[in-house]
């Protein structure tokens, strides 16, 4: 049998379970002396991005979100109130994704930059130089 699928949870819900969540970590925290004053935003403002998320989710490709790692990580912290954690995940997503892009460029562009004009392929001329492993198109 297979398991039902979780309801979405109502944002009376949400709001609960947040302020229950912030309410245990403080408790841990506060029981070994660490400081527990601004260590999440207020419930308010995670409640207004949890209720923005599927909206500014929509527009990105599925293909996209399937590969955004980042994204995932930063809607958690988010969610929890660690915002300034989600900044730092949307920025990791950020640099994820020009990297994958730059290294996409580079495949064609870099051998150009090896011989010139000449366009080398691999076992032509002074390729063993050369970190390309793939012809243009």
């Known amino acids: 049998m297979e398991p039902s699928p979780a309801a979405a949870p109502s944002p009376v819900s949400t709001s609960t379970d947040l302020e ?13 002396g660490l400081p527990i004053a601004q260590l999440f935003v207020p419930v308010t403002e995670r409640k207004t991005l949890i209720a923005a ?11 996209v979100l399937n590969r955004s790692f980042y994204v995932y990580k930063m809607i958690a912290a988010a969610t929890v109130g660690l915002f300034d954690a989600a900044l730092n995940y949307l920025w990791d997503e ?24 000449k366009i080398l392929r691999p076992g032509e001329g002074h390729a063993s130089r050369c970190s390309a492993t793939r012809s243009p198109p």
Do not use: M, N
Request: charged fraction near 25%.
């Open 20 to 32: 229950r969540f912030e309410g245990s970590v403080h408790h841990v925290l506060s029981q070994t």
């Open 94 to 117: 950020l640099v994820s994704e020009l990297r994958r892009r730059v290294a996409g460029f580079d495949l064609v562009a870099y051998p150009f930059h090896c011989q010139g004009d």
């Open 53 to 63: 998320l599927p909206g500014v989710l929509d527009k990105l490709e599925p293909k």
